[in-house]
T-cell receptor, first 113, second 113 residues
């Protein structure tokens, strides 16, 4: 079964610090790697996504780093804020368009003041 | 206002009862998905549909059924065969072609009485 392994399961970060969440995959056919953010009682929302032709993508305080040879990708949240406290999911899919995403099990981030 | 709506927000099921969760989208998306979310388990795919009148089983389809008679609608029925239905159910949709982004609805929480 295709899997995406996500760590850590939970993370506590001081306000202003850097939050780092890691994901690893085995299927080299994956070609799309999004990160979703979910607040309690809400549906997940796309945060940022990357394709394997680039090693890094940055949007504001959020950065994805991608290591194709290691089959790993990570989310970095710079200057973490209490409003970033949420559950984050990494995911992967094969072939552009209309293919189900395979999700990691999620990381619950708490940013404390 | 474009988006995905799910109803009801909370649903209670009695033993032996079938219940149907509604999912409607006005984004003109071709593909629709149903996920089940349990604490610490991430999002697990139940069923997905890439086109009207066609759908495929996901990883945990047993005890569930779907229909896709209209592009905008993808209802999920939780049958009495699903012995552990208590969970948060999420519907998503995506546009066919290059854009893989899945947009999620607000979810339905199903509880067993």
């Amino acid at each position: 079964q295709q899997q995406v392994k996500q760590s850590p399961q939970s993370l506590i970060v001081q306000k202003g610090g850097i939050s780092i969440i890691n994901c690893a995959y085995e299927n080299t056919a994956f070609d799309y790697f999004p990160w979703y953010q979910q607040f309690p009682g809400k549906g997940p929302a796309l945060l940022i996504a990357i394709r394997p032709d680039v090693s890094e993508k940055k949007e504001g305080r959020f950065t994805i780093s991608f290591n194709k040879s290691a089959k790993q990708f990570s989310l970095h949240i710079m200057d973490s804020q209490p409003g970033d406290s949420a559950t984050y999911f990494c995911a992967a899919s094969i072939n552009s368009g209309n293919t189900p995403l395979v999700f990691g099990k999620g990381t619950r981030l708490s940013v404390i003041a | 206002d474009g988006g995905i709506t799910q109803s009801p927000k909370y649903l209670f099921r009695k033993e032996g009862q079938n219940v149907t969760l509604s999912c409607e989208q006005n984004l003109n998306h071709d593909a629709m998905y149903w996920y089940r979310q349990d604490p610490g388990q991430g999002l697990r795919l139940i069923y997905y549909s890439q086109i009207v009148n066609d759908f495929q089983k996901g990883d945990i389809a047993e005890g569930y059924s779907v229909s896709r008679e209209k592009k905008e609608s993808f209802p999920l029925t939780v049958t009495s065969a699903q012995k552990n239905p208590t969970a948060f159910y999420l519907c998503a949709s995506s546009k066919s072609g290059i854009e893989e982004t899945q947009y999620f609805g607000p979810g339905t929480r199903l509880l067993v009485l």
